[in-house]
């Protein structure tokens, strides 16, 4: 018979192939594709790792607990799995006048021509998210599932149309397809 206090516990098996190293709320993943960390000093779980598992407990009694506690356990599985395998999203250029260019520089990207406009639209890259330009496609790949969607969802952002009928102006830059695996 489960009591209260389980629910409130996770463990979770670490991968083969996965390392994981804990200092200070800083959890250091390291892995076949890279390494990365993910800070949990405002993430309200106590983090433990004991002979190849980990252990999060939350700490509170509520269901908002439960909640955040199985968000943490999302996220560590989710950074373990894209080290195995990484990310790809793909995202088409849709234009219907003004032919749209993206361009990749260090760690922004700006996209040009939009809407006619003469000044570039910029944003940045998140994390250690790869972005390559390959005509009407703009394909991000890379190990954190959490920073490719963020660096998507600032393009996306950038790209919208104000002050006119969005079912008009069609122009922007759209997310087509997400999967498993460094598409290359």
């Not at 991968?15 to 800083?26: A, D, F, L, Q, R």
């Not at 890279?34 to 004991?50: C, W, Y």
């Amino acid at each position: 018979m489960s009591t209260k206090l389980d629910e409130f516990q996770e463990i979770i098996e670490i991968p083969e192939g996965i390392n994981i190293t804990i200092k200070n709320h800083m959890l250091q993943f390291q892995g076949p594709l890279g390494k990365t960390f993910k800070s949990f000093r405002k993430i309200p779980v106590n983090v433990e790792l004991n002979d190849g598992k980990l252990s999060i407990k939350a700490q509170g009694k509520r269901k908002r607990d439960y909640s955040i506690l199985h968000t943490a356990r999302s996220l560590i599985n989710n950074i373990c799995e894209g080290l195995k395998e990484g990310y790809t999203i793909k995202m088409k250029v849709v234009y219907a006048h003004f032919p749209i260019t993206v361009k990749i520089q260090d760690k922004t990207i700006s996209i040009e021509n939009f809407q006619g406009e003469r000044a570039p639209r910029t944003t940045t890259i998140v994390g250690n998210t790869k972005v390559v330009p390959k005509g009407e496609d703009v394909i991000l790949t890379g190990e954190v599932w959490t920073d490719i969607t963020q660096t998507a969802a600032n393009i996306e952002l950038k790209t919208k149309v104000k002050n006119k009928d969005h079912r008009v102006f069609l122009d922007g830059i759209y997310i087509y397809e997400k999967k498993k695996g460094i598409e290359k």
